[in-house]
């Protein structure tokens, strides 16, 4: 009989500058190329660490994707315009209720997208009312492959 393995990969840390991200403004990470894994699962994972949070207290998590590692779908990936946010990718809220402690929270792409794309990069809006904290914020993912034995 075959055995059907989900291994998750380890933790690998996104390019990405989250401290002392503004209020109100988006930032990119660098792209991940994903092709050649061809995972059927990508988990994403922030930790923020807010300042005394006001308005919203959230950060939008977002990806934009790419079928060729070069031309990248639109949407906002820095400073604080909104107007083509639609055009990006949603992944899910991080709340951050607690004033000055870390928050965490780990997103499933094929959950919430239906896909993996071959390409992305992740965009975080900074939707918290505060700016980040000076260190501590990160962003991570794992890619789950199927493995048969």
């Not at 950060?59 to 994707?65: D, H, R, S, W």
């Not at 949603?90 to 709340?95: A, V, Y």
Request: hydrophobic share 40%; glycine share 8%; net charge negative.
């Amino acid at each position: 009989m075959t055995t059907q393995t989900l291994p998750v990969s380890a933790k690998t840390a996104y390019t990405i500058t989250l401290n002392s991200l503004a209020s109100a403004t988006y930032v990119a990470g660098s792209s991940v190329d994903l092709s050649v894994i061809d995972p059927i699962d990508l988990i994403v994972e922030i930790e923020i660490t807010p300042g005394t949070v006001a308005g919203n207290k959230q950060a939008k998590v977002f990806l934009q994707e790419s079928l060729d590692g070069t031309d990248y779908s639109t949407g906002p990936t820095s400073g604080t315009t909104a107007t083509d946010e639609p055009n990006l990718l949603f992944i899910g809220i991080l709340p951050l209720n607690t004033n000055a402690t870390l928050q965490r929270k780990a997103f499933s792409v094929m959950a919430a997208l239906g896909f993996i794309p071959p390409y992305h990069k992740p965009v975080v809006l900074n939707d918290s009312g505060v700016a980040f904290a000076g260190s501590g914020c990160a962003m991570n993912y794992s890619t789950v492959v199927g493995n048969s034995a």
